[in-house]
């Protein structure tokens, strides 16, 4: 047996991984510059770093985006979609605008294939799955061989109504994989999204096909050479839902891991959460890219059925994550007299102009350094040292023009990409009529601690927690995870015409399948369990909430049905201000959730400060324009119960925490940084 569950993420610039020694409870974290030509190697040198004996692993996760980036990026392979004949048209007209409907500068989004690469194929099912015509199996050959000729590297098929009845999907599937092998890509709708919606289900097809072959090559290529490194523990990727997989089953359905990298960290926002009783996170990601928030509401993440990225829709459960271009290496431009912040970023190569890696232009790190914020000498644990004059020279190529100074203009930076950061909080929350106030702020990735207190104080948020290792807090939170598999199955029925002996019925046979999907992830049965849930609606609606069932056993209570409507109604009166009980309502889909446990971390607990000083220094640092003498202190030289007031500057390995004027931290059992206002200045 090893001694060590280790995982990985993969940002922007920098490659995170923590190893947790089962044996001792220790926990480590190191940082690995992300290597974009082969992110492979990235990743093999930060695992090498922490556990020197990779045969002393036994559970290994992974946060992958490859499959987003070959997304936004437009590098994933050509597919061809097989589709109903007469419906094929469906992928391309797409869907109105739900939320938009009065956005005159609305743009359709952009498909990710072209009219020529879609056939539509003879057959047809009827809305109950019944067979109306027989399945045109000649055209389907003939769609195999074009593909092979003229070299498309997947193909998808999306018929009408497969989520009713899937047969003519399936033989169209083994019919391809006749004429183009077994490692072809193929992706069936029923497969990648079994629900009701045709536009959707098949655009959740073309993302599967377009980005699957990527991230199945990825997958082989690290497994192997973890495996020629001596790792024996097989490898498992974080899930869009907050659950893992095997590498195995990611590459049958690498549709699930489409947002795998930024997931992570919501789920250590949930382990936070239950580890300090804090029931309700606002979790905030900064990189080196990109900005990302998450919740957590009374414990639980934020998890929705439904995702869309550049407007391309996809039915699959996926934490709900806001993400956008403002990280460490955002870089400052100007437009039209005016100063913008990212959303382009330096990347790792060849990074902010402090880095001393070739980059010329100024980004967020480089104001940050110039305004002392950042530890130059030691930043990274001193993996790196810093510029400071090449970041005031590339913060003059926007500043002079503005007729600002260094400093002036680095503060101006940091202003630009603070008020975005919170406008992309106030999206996830206040524009859901959720107050940002009744929670509190965890800040982590290398660069978020370094402005949460900020936004905080701009969004009235009392409140900000910084956990132990925040730049690789996303990987922590990848060890918090369990075995995750997810099943929907469409059922339409308004409340007057249930048939509760069927719906149980379904919902059993449900859960039957969910539990035993566990067993190919080597999940023994006494560590399964499974929960259920509906989508409904008001009759006549179109959206739908997502309402939890304690057991299946509930719905053979003599007053479920009034019971359901009123918890509802009650959910729909905490989203939407208003309900409406006793009205008619629509079941649409059940759910069911597999969940195979893989067992919690040891909690640690830091030890207690022996005295109330502490080692720091003291060093001038920008706020509002007035150098101000400031605490610098390196986070391994604070202890439980230590506090003091701001302003100050926590450096550590992975992250640095900037806390202004007027605001005190103290530091909790767990070893986090709690951050409060202390006192306004006069």
């Known amino acids: 047996m090893g001694t060590h569950r280790v995982s990985m993420d993969i940002g922007g610039t920098f490659t995170d991984v923590v190893a947790y020694n089962t044996s001792t409870g220790e926990i480590q974290a190191t940082k690995a510059s992300t290597t974009p ?16 004996e990779l045969d002393e692993i036994e559970f290994l996760v992974h946060g992958t985006t490859q499959g987003l980036n070959a997304f936004l990026e437009r590098r994933g392979v050509r597919v061809l979609l097989l589709a109903t004949a007469g419906a094929e048209d469906t992928y391309l007209i797409a869907r109105g605008p739900r939320l938009d409907l009065y956005d005159a500068q609305y743009r359709k989004p952009q498909p990710l294939l ?57 033989r169209a599937a083994q019919i391809l994989r006749e004429e183009l092998g077994d490692d072809f890509t193929i992706s069936l709708s029923h497969q990648s999204a079994k629900e009701w919606r045709e536009y959707e289900r098949t655009s959740s097809a073309v993302v599967e096909a377009y980005t699957g072959p990527v991230v199945r090559n990825y997958l082989l290529a690290l497994e192997e050479q973890l495996e020629q490194r001596g790792v024996q523990a097989p490898l498992h990727i974080m899930q869009s839902s ?73 039915l699959m459960s996926v934490v709900n994550i806001h993400t956008v271009g403002a990280g460490g290496g955002s870089v400052a431009w100007l437009e039209a ?17 402090c880095y001393g890696r070739g980059g010329s232009e100024p980004t967020v790190t480089d104001a940050n350094l110039v305004l002392g914020r950042v530890d130059a000498a030691w930043f990274a644990g001193g993996a790196m040292t810093l510029d400071r004059e090449a970041a005031v020279a590339a913060l ?68 900000t927690v910084v956990p132990r290792f925040p730049g690789a807090f996303s990987a922590w939170g990848m060890l918090q995870t369990d075995i995750r598999r997810d099943f929907a199955e469409p059922y339409f029925s308004v409340d007057a ?44 609606q179109e959206f739908t909430l997502h309402v939890p069932l304690e057991s299946v056993a509930e719905v053979q209570q003599p007053n479920f049905l009034e019971d359901f409507a009123r918890r509802f109604a009650d959910m729909y009166q905490d989203r939407y201000g208003h309900s409406t009980f006793g009205a008619s309502i629509e079941i649409t889909t059940l759910r069911t959730r597999a969940v195979g446990s893989l067992g919690q971390l040891k909690t640690h607990q830091l030890a207690e400060a022996t005295s109330a000083e502490f ?49 005190r931290v103290t530091i909790d059992e767990l070893g986090s940084l709690i951050i409060r206002q202390h006192e306004k200045e006069q």
């Open 497 to 540: 015409d249930l048939d509760l002996d069927d719906l149980v019925r379904v919902l059993t046979e449900m859960r039957s399948v969910a539990l035993d999907s566990l067993s190919s992830e080597g999940i023994p049965e006494e560590h399964r369990s499974a929960s259920s849930s509906i989508d409904v609606r008001y009759q006549g």
């Open 242 to 314: 907050g659950g893992v997989l095997t590498a195995r089953s990611a590459r049958e359905r690498p549709l699930q891991t489409l947002l795998s990298g930024p997931v992570g960290g919501a789920m250590g926002d949930v382990e936070l959460a239950r580890v300090s009783d804090r029931k309700s996170l606002i979790g905030v990601d900064m990189g080196g890219t990109s900005f990302d928030v998450s919740l957590v509401v009374d414990g639980q993440p934020d998890v929705s059925t439904e995702a869309e990225l550049e407007g391309l829709p996809m």
């Open 37 to 52: 030509g082969e992110l492979s190697v990235g990743v093999l040198q930060g695992l090498e770093a922490l556990v020197p």
């Open 337 to 353: 007299g005016g100063l913008r912040v990212g959303p382009r970023s330096a990347g790792a190569k060849p990074g902010p102009a």
């Open 114 to 170: 072209e009219r020529k690469d879609i056939i539509g194929i003879n057959g047809r099912l009827g809305s109950q799955g019944e067979e109306v015509r027989p399945l045109d199996e000649v055209a389907i050959r003939q769609a195999a061989r074009r593909a092979e000729s003229e070299g498309y590297g997947a193909v998808a098929v999306a018929f009408l109504f497969s989520y009713k009845n899937p047969d003519h999907e399936l």
């Open 615 to 663: 080692e720091h220094d003291v060093e001038p640092v920008v706020f509002d324009g007035e150098s101000r003498p400031t605490i610098v202190v390196r986070r391994s030289n604070l202890a439980r119960g230590h506090d003091f007031e701001g302003p100050a500057v926590i450096v550590e390995e992975t992250a640095t925490t900037v806390v202004p004027p007027g605001y």
């Open 396 to 463: 003059k190529s926007v500043g002079e023009p503005l007729g600002l100074d260094e400093i002036a203009i680095a503060e101006g930076i940091c202003n630009v990409a603070n008020a975005q950061m919170a406008q992309a909080i106030r999206t996830i929350t206040i524009s859901r009529g959720i107050e940002p106030r009744d929670f509190s702020l965890v800040a982590f990735g290398g660069a978020g601690p370094m402005h949460a207190v900020f936004l905080a104080q701009e969004l009235g948020i009392p409140e």
